[in-house]
T-cell receptor, first 111, second 114 residues
Framework: QKEVEQDPGPLSVPEGAIVSLNCTYS??????FMWYRQYSRKGPELLMY????GNKEDGRFTAQVDKSSKYISLFIRDSQPSDSATYLC???????????FGKGTKLTVNP | DVKVTQSSRYLVKRTGEKVFLECVQD?????MFWYRQDPGLGLRLIYF???????EKGDIPEGYSVSREKKERFSLILESASTNQTSMYLC?????????????FGPGTRLTVT
């Protein structure tokens, strides 16, 4: 079983839609959860960072972690064409452990 | 802001050539990483370094080596480039002194081996 699974999409939505991006993971030892956004031909940039279960909100973006289900989500409200990118989830056990990345979901927001 | 720079955005090399990819960061981060990114395979860790002159193999180290002589610079070396090393190469850094585990990425080098 892979450590983290992410639906690759692609996902295409109209401008203004609510977008839900998800990852599942296999090991309950993971405690740190991140979402990265990667525009075409660019490096990934950190979008959201959460520790343990719960929600974290930043403007139109909400990151949600459900450790009991081993499920993490990123919600984008009022999506904009500028949100068109690939979104990668990343998880860590902490300490000196490496980050484990999902394969990314490609999102297109159509004007 | 953390700044991670990579020596080239695009690189074309011939099979058998020795290739050097350079990564430089300006935030005094101890940890540095090299990934490759391929469609359908996602990000795969090649090598990482916890500190100067230290290196650890990642998930796919075959055909690669690294060098870290100074804290701010981490080099990836393709000893004899092959066509299956055509990929996007990404360098990342991480500050290990706090409790944050996020990594900061450079813009990437798209390498084509012909």
């Amino acid at each position: 079983q892979k450590e983290v699974e992410q639906d690759p999409g692609p996902l295409s939505v109209p401008e203004g839609a609510i977008v839900s991006l998800n990852c599942t993971y296999s090991n309950s030892a993971f405690q740190y959860f991140m979402w990265y956004r990667q525009y075409s031909r660019k490096g990934p940039e950190l979008l959201m960072y959460t520790y343990s279960s719960g929600n974290k909100e930043d403007g139109r973006f909400t990151a949600q972690v459900d450790k009991s289900s081993k499920y993490i989500s990123l919600f984008i409200r009022d999506s904009q064409p500028s949100d068109s990118a690939t979104y990668l989830c990343a998880i860590s056990r902490g300490g000196s452990e490496k980050l484990v990345f999902g394969k990314g979901t490609k999102l297109t927001v159509n004007p | 802001d953390v700044k991670v720079t990579q020596s080239s955005r695009y690189l074309v090399k011939r099979t058998g050539e020795k290739v050097f990819l350079e990564c430089v960061q300006d935030m005094d981060h101890e940890n540095m990483f090299w990934y490759r990114q391929d469609p359908g395979l996602g990000l795969r860790l090649i090598y990482f370094s916890y500190d100067v002159k230290m290196k650890e193999k990642g998930d796919i180290p075959e055909g690669y080596s690294v060098s870290r002589e100074k804290k701010e610079r981490f080099s990836l070396i393709l000893e004899s480039a092959s066509t299956n090393q055509t990929s996007m190469y990404l360098c990342a850094t991480r500050d290990s002194t706090g409790f944050s585990y996020e990594q900061y990425f450079g813009p990437g080098t798209r390498l084509t081996v012909t």
